[in-house]
């Protein structure tokens, strides 16, 4: 993979990051709706990139559970209040476990 388009793909993420809480907010759906459309959208895409090399275990589906648990309370978070503070809870959530 060429530096330009490695750099590309590392522009258009943080595009996507940067812009994710604000079009969370825009949406009109409800939180439940815009998490599953996120994780749909997501899952036709690995589906897509990993073809064939995708092999379940329990481990993989308890770690997809609690990941899609993180996600959807995230996208809630970001429906009720603002996305700053959402993400500044998510932030510094391990200073919480300590």
Same mark, same amino acid.
């Given at each position: 993979? $060429?530096?330009?388009?490695? #750099?590309?793909? =590392?522009?258009? /993420?943080? @595009? *996507? ?16 709706? =815009?998490? /599953?459309? +996120? $994780?749909?959208?997501?899952? =036709? ?5 990993? #073809?064939? +090399?995708? =092999? *379940?275990?329990?481990?993989? *589906?308890?770690?997809? &559970? &609690? ?8 996208? @809630? $978070? ?21």
């Amino acid at each position: 993979m $060429s530096i330009g388009i490695a #750099r590309l793909q =590392v522009f258009a /993420a943080a @595009l *996507l990051f940067s812009t994710g809480g604000a079009g969370i907010k825009a949406a009109a759906f409800t939180g439940l709706q =815009v998490s /599953a459309l +996120r $994780s749909g959208i997501a899952a =036709v895409v690995l589906i897509l990139l990993l #073809r064939g +090399r995708l =092999v *379940l275990s329990p481990a993989m *589906l308890g770690t997809g &559970v &609690v990941y899609a648990a993180t996600l959807t309370l995230f996208v @809630l $978070s970001t429906k009720l209040t603002t996305a700053a503070n959402a993400i500044f809870l998510q932030a510094t959530a391990p200073l919480y476990l300590l």
